[in-house]
C-alpha cells in the first residue's frame, strides 16, 4: 500500500507560478512511475506529467514548454513546477504512482485572469 499526499495548490492569476508536491509512504520500493492528472469540473481526468524512476518525463501537449515535473527519490517526492499558468490550468491536481496505481487526495489550482 502506497499512501501520497500532495501540497502546494492555491489560488493565482494568469501568468503566475505554484510548485505542487507530493511526498509518497508505505510500500515504495517498486515505484516505478509517478504523475501528475488533473481534473477539471465537467471534465474527465487528464495526464499532465509522468517521470520514471529513471528519470524519463512525458507531458501533456498542453503543458509543454510551461511545467516541469522532477523527482527526488531519496525524499519519495515529486514535484509538479507550473509557470505561465492560465485560466485553463484550473483543476483539482492528483498525485499517481503505479505500481501499485495509487492516487492523492486532490490539491486544487485555482487560476484568475
Known amino acids: 500500500q502506497v499512501q501520497l499526499v500532495e501540497s502546494g495548490g492555491g489560488l493565482v492569476q494568469a501568468g503566475g507560478s505554484l510548485r505542487l508536491s507530493c511526498a509518497a509512504s508505505g510500500s515504495i520500493r517498486n515505484i516505478y512511475a509517478m504523475g501528475w492528472y488533473r481534473q477539471a469540473p465537467g471534465k474527465q481526468r487528464e495526464l499532465v506529467a509522468v517521470?520514471?524512476?529513471?528519470?524519463?518525463?512525458n507531458y501533456a501537449n498542453s503543458v509543454k514548454g510551461r511545467f516541469t515535473i522532477s523527482r527526488d527519490n531519496a525524499k519519495n517526492t515529486v514535484y509538479l513546477q507550473m509557470n505561465s499558468l492560465k485560466p485553463e490550468d484550473t483543476a483539482v491536481y492528483y498525485c499517481?504512482?503505479?505500481?501499485?496505481?495509487?492516487w492523492g487526495q486532490g490539491t486544487q489550482v485555482t487560476v484568475s485572469s
Open positions: 499517481h504512482c503505479s505500481p501499485p496505481g495509487s
Open positions: 517521470i520514471t524512476s529513471g528519470g524519463s518525463t
